[in-house]
């Protein structure tokens, strides 16, 4: 099964910074898509952003970019000008077409926005 | 915007006990998926349904959850009897194809005690 690593349990960012958040991949399949799912307090799930494997431009949408590593599996997300509301859980999701059309959560990252 | 609807918002019942769970998915996706959530972890899956088939529940605890779509609308999980166990924050979701993601409901927080 494919495996997703967020290897930062938690990080902070200051206010109106840039704050960058991890993700790694495991898989042997090249069509496949890959998320950022934000949970806030409230905890409903909400899409940041996706990317298609097949693209090589990085998603982007609004203050959030991706940095997609194809080769190296890696899937990053920048937020840029941290806004307080960006304080939430940041999961990254891998989607595969060849096992079922299922997602694979990372552990998620806790962020934390400093006024 | 459209959303995916889920009731009770939140469930306290007693160990042994029955409890059930509602999801109605965004008008049109086919495909509706049931997770569950320990609090500080991401979601894993229970049950994956295509229409009114379950496509994969292969993680679903069958000796105490049952999962059914009958018309491939709205779906009820339950659980029976309830453990401590299972304490846990229970998602659904639904999708309209690969490329789109998924759209989550608020959940059902669920304690057992």
């Known amino acids: ?115 | 915007e459209a959303e995916v609807a889920q009731s009770p918002r939140y469930k306290i019942t007693e160990k042994s006990q029955a409890v059930a769970f509602w999801c109605d998915p965004i008008s049109g996706h086919a495909t509706l998926y049931w997770y569950r959530q320990i609090l500080g972890q991401g979601p894993e899956l229970l049950v994956q349904f295509q229409d009114e088939s379950v496509v994969d529940d292969s993680q679903l605890p069958k000796d105490r959850f049952s999962a059914e779509r009958l018309k491939g609308v709205d779906s009820t999980l339950k659980i029976q009897p309830a453990e401590l166990g299972d304490s846990a924050m229970y998602l659904c979701a639904s999708s309209a194809g690969a490329s789109y993601g998924y759209t989550f409901g608020s959940g059902t927080r669920l304690t057992v005690v």
């Open chain 1, 1 to 115: 099964a494919q495996t997703v690593t967020q290897s930062q349990p938690e990080m902070s960012v200051q206010e109106a910074e840039t704050v960058t958040l991890s993700c790694t991949y495991d898989t042997s399949e090249s069509d496949y898509y890959l998320f950022w799912y934000k949970q806030p307090p409230s905890r409903q799930m909400i899409l940041v952003i996706r990317q298609e494997a097949y693209k090589q431009q990085n998603a982007t949408e609004n203050r959030f970019s991706v940095n997609f590593q194809k080769a190296a599996k890696s899937f990053s997300l920048k937020i840029s000008d941290s806004q307080l509301g960006d304080a939430a859980m940041y999961f990254c999701a891998y989607f595969s077409r060849d096992t079922g059309n299922q997602f694979y959560f990372g552990t998620g990252t806790s962020l934390t926005v400093i006024p």
